[in-house]
């Protein structure tokens, strides 16, 4: 069944599709929880078809993908070589991973206002956080909205 | 009884949407150091000047300049260029037109970088405000700087969005709905920077003392139908207010179409010339499918290159009618094929070749010969299954093997871009350092 590998086909579905192909894919949502146990073949019934394409992407034509380069996000589950959606649409809440831009060059960091003040906090304990002034121009290019990932191999 | 009977107002109003620099404009969304610095992107074969941000025109860089006379500005670091990138561009157009479509449920979308938006019905909002949030959204969601000019007629959407981008007041708005502001943006225009005014019928008007479009919407009905017949008519009741051009939301399909590209080398050999000519016909193909439609005739043309002195010159071009209509790679390179093999001459070395196919019928129209040999059907399920792989794996992956594998021919993109929005391999990178 195509959902035993929903996650490692992620990145690969949407290579060739972008968003041309989105209304075409639509994975099986199964009834029950995966539990990491047994698995149950009595659990195992359709409850319905995600199209997976709409379920990642609210507004295509402010939707992005940008490759990370990079370990200073690894505590928010950003790794290297992962996959950030972008939505351009979404506003930049206290809280949110955001991409933007700083002296020319793509980051991504979580946004932070702190009295009058806005911070790109990393999240790795190695790393500081950056306090935005005037002379950065720094500006908010998008909100990461999913992170694509594999699997980790144990 | 028409809203004109009833005493109602004109409420038509159009809205025209233009990207700014547009490819300058793609190259710098994922280059953000770039913007405020001289940016230009190159014809195919990085042969010349084709777009320029607003900074490379202050440099004095002309709009079609060689790119060889201004190469030493991109060698020195002052100026930025890109081979064009196609596949970019046409990516970040799609979402810059579904962008503008959330503002109105009727556009048209008139060229890659260009949209008119039916906001009939809008009077009562305040347009300027609307217009404003059209533009902000669209730079924020796509990262392109659009200009809009919102008039009651196309053609007067045409000149405000002109001097939307000329004025510095304007700031990239501009609404054109009081007949006094009308009058003077008509004052400011140009007659030859009037939208449908060609070259010639611009001097023809200069030389009468008809110097800006204010002018031209002053002259007499009569004796413009005389001199310019029903088309400069219509253009003169859109210049006075009176909305003769409709939305064209679905786009008429082409009546010929050209694919032609100059070789990224000179070429003397047969098989190169051959195989070019092959993919341009395959090219023509699968447009003519895209739009539905089939041809009847077609048309390759050949020459060399007419600005190097050393070379013998030579061009031709031969046009071959096709016993059947056809969309098929390989009927209409075969056709093309024999076309070529007529005006192929050996000893000279060739700049470009193309093909254009003309005659062009609805698909569902094509009438069949008695003793027509090809399966045309299996012929169309073929090429329903080749467009169904290059549209997953990109083009040229699966291909008539006339077409060939070396295409060394093929075009010079030496400063090319990567496929940012299209390709997995080329995505931009967000550091987190």
């Known amino acids: 069944m195509r959902n035993a590998n929903l996650l490692p086909i992620l990145p690969q579905q949407l290579e060739p599709l972008f968003f041309e192909y989105i209304e075409t894919i639509e994975i099986p949502l199964l009834a029950s929880c995966i539990s990491a146990g047994f698995p149950s073949p009595a659990d195992d019934y359709l409850e319905e078809n995600i199209n997976i394409g709409r379920y990642l992407i609210q507004n295509p034509a402010s939707t992005y993908m940008m490759r990370v380069k990079g370990n200073s996000m690894v505590e928010a589950n950003i790794h290297e070589g992962d996959i950030l959606i972008i ?20 980051t991504v960091k979580t946004f932070k206002r702190i009295k009058d003040k806005a911070f790109l906090v990393p999240a790795n304990p190695a790393y500081k956080s950056i306090e935005v002034t005037e002379e950065m121009d720094m500006r908010v290019w998008g909100v990461v909205v999913w992170i694509l990932h594999k699997p980790v191999k144990l | 009884m028409d809203s004109a009977q009833a005493g109602e107002a ?20 994922f280059r953000p150091e770039l913007n405020e610095k001289p940016v ?21 860089i002309q709009m079609g300049v060689p790119f060889f006379e201004i190469r030493h500005l991109v060698e020195n670091g002052h100026v930025q260029a890109f081979s064009s990138n ?7 157009s799609d979402k810059v037109m579904q962008t503008l479509s959330r503002f109105t449920p009727h556009v048209e979308v008139s060229s890659i970088d260009e949209c008119f938006l039916d906001l009939g019905g809008f009077y009562k909002v305040d347009l300027h405000q609307y217009a404003w949030e059209i533009k902000q959204t669209v730079l924020q969601w796509t990262g392109i700087p659009v200009s809009l000019g919102i008039a009651p007629t196309k053609a007067l ?33 140009k007659v030859e920077d009037v939208w449908g ?18 002018d031209f919407a002053q002259l007499s009905e009569n004796w413009v139908r005389q001199h310019m017949t029903v088309v400069g008519v219509r253009l003169l009741k859109e210049l006075r207010g009176e909305s003769c051009l409709e939305l064209e939301e679905v786009a008429p399909p082409k009546k010929g179409i050209c694919t032609s590209r100059s070789f990224g080398k000179r070429v003397s050999s047969f098989d190169e010339v051959q195989e070019a000519t092959a993919t341009y016909a395959a090219r023509c193909a699968k447009k003519l499918r895209q739009q539905g439609s089939s041809a009847n005739l077609v048309t390759v043309f050949l020459h060399t290159n007419p600005f190097s002195a ?24 075969r056709y093309a094929n024999i076309a070529l093999k007529t005006i192929l001459r050996e000893g000279y070395w060739y700049k470009k070749s193309g093909v254009i196919v003309t005659g062009i019928v609805p698909e569902g129209h094509v009438q069949l010969g008695l003793l027509d040999p090809v399966n045309r059907g299996k012929h169309a399920r073929l090429m329903e299954a080749m467009d169904g792989l290059t549209d997953r794996f990109g083009r040229g992956k699966v291909r008539v093997a006339t077409q060939g594998f070396d295409n060394s021919w093929q075009l010079r993109s030496d400063y090319k871009s990567p496929g940012y929005t299209t390709n997995i391999n080329e995505l931009p990178t967000a550091y987190v350092r």
Request: hydrophobic share 40%; with cysteine.
């Open chain 2, 310 to 333: 050393q070379d013998r010159q030579y061009a031709a071009s031969k046009t071959v009618c096709l016993p059947v209509a056809t969309n098929s790679d390989m009927e209409l390179i």
């Open chain 2, 86 to 92: 196609y596949a970019l561009y046409g990516d970040l």
């Open chain 2, 157 to 189: 959407a045409k000149v405000a969005n002109k001097l939307a981008k000329k004025s510095r007041k304007a700031n990239g708005v501009l609404v054109l709905t009081e007949p006094y502001h009308i009058q003077k943006a008509l004052e400011a225009t």
């Open chain 1, 87 to 106: 939505d351009r649409a979404q506003d930049a809440a206290d809280g949110l991973p955001v991409i933007c831009i700083l002296e020319g060059e793509f």
């Open chain 2, 197 to 214: 005014i060609g070259r010639q019928h611009a001097r023809f008007l200069k030389k009468r003392n008809i110097l800006t479009a204010r």
């Open chain 2, 40 to 60: 230009v992107v190159l014809s195919n074969n990085d042969g010349c000047v084709i777009a320029r941000s607003n900074e490379a025109k202050e440099l004095g």
């Open chain 2, 10 to 29: 004109v409420t038509s109003l159009f809205a025209l949407a233009d990207c700014n620099s547009f490819y300058c404009s793609c190259e710098r969304v």
